[in-house]
């Protein structure tokens, strides 16, 4: 089984939706990363958590929200979603002893129309 | 802030030697990454380099300069698995592990 995990993998949804993106992790690892993905852009972190009770906002924040409900689990929820948020987005996690590996989840593709 | 240039695309011959570059700008230097993500993949973690010179992964190797912010992935005996795209990678200024990533270099392997 996949260590980190997204669901749903793809989803089109509406102008003005609320839509909520999950992701879940097996490797036991505090901190956990949501990023955006665009053609040219790279990756650009949205938000991270360093373990459970720590939130902080990343390089682009503005209109989304996240939740960490679990060690294993990271929440991303657009409150009302806009085409320019049609992206990749990635979910990550790494562990707390300082070594640079990000593991990442499989993504999941979103089209606001 | 934090800024990092690569060459957009490169493509190479199955077999040959191919040096993808990046040149960083940040306020504060903890070390480089590189990840490789094929199409429609997620990014996977390749190495790291915390200080000057190289360090080698089986074909795989990442150099740095720090003194000239500076460092490259070489990529020897290319397979045509090799396609995918790289991404160098720093950390954020006081964030070892907050990371800001380039743009990302397609590398396209031909026969």
């Known amino acids: 089984d996949a260590d980190v995990t997204q669901t749903p993998r793809n989803r089109i949804t509406k102008t003005g939706k609320r839509i909520m993106l999950e992701c879940s992790q097996t490797?036991?690892?505090?901190?956990m990363y949501w990023y955006r993905q665009d053609p040219g852009l790279g990756l650009r972190l949205i938000y991270y958590?360093?373990?459970?009770?720590?939130?902080n906002k990343g390089e682009i924040s503005d209109g989304y929200s996240v939740s960490r409900q679990a060690q294993a689990k990271f929440s991303l929820s657009l409150e009302s979603a806009i085409p320019n948020q049609t992206a990749l987005y990635f979910c990550?996690?790494?562990?707390?002893?300082?070594?640079?590996?990000?593991?990442f989840g499989p993504g999941t593709r979103l089209t606001v129309t | 802030g934090q800024s990092l240039e690569q060459p957009s695309e490169v493509t190479a011959v199955e077999g040959a030697i191919v040096q993808i570059n990046c040149t960083y700008q940040?306020?504060?230097?903890?070390?480089l990454s590189w990840y490789q993500q094929h199409d429609g993949g997620a990014p996977t973690f390749l190495s790291y380099?915390?200080?000057?010179g190289l360090e080698e992964t089986g074909r795989f190797s990442s150099f740095l300069s720090r003194s000239d912010s500076y460092g490259y992935l070489l990529l020897q005996e290319l397979q045509m698995k090799d396609s995918a795209s790289y991404f160098c990678?720093?950390?954020?200024?006081?964030?070892?592990?907050?990371?800001?990533f380039g743009t990302g270099t397609k590398l396209q392997v031909i026969p």
């Open positions: 990550a996690t790494s562990d707390s002893t300082g070594a640079p590996e990000q593991y």
């Open positions: 490797k036991g690892h505090d901190r």
């Open positions: 958590s360093f373990d459970v009770k720590d939130i």
């Open positions: 940040t306020s504060g230097f903890y070390g």
């Open positions: 380099n915390a200080l000057d």
């Open positions: 990678a720093v950390p954020y200024s006081g964030g070892y592990q907050k990371v800001t």
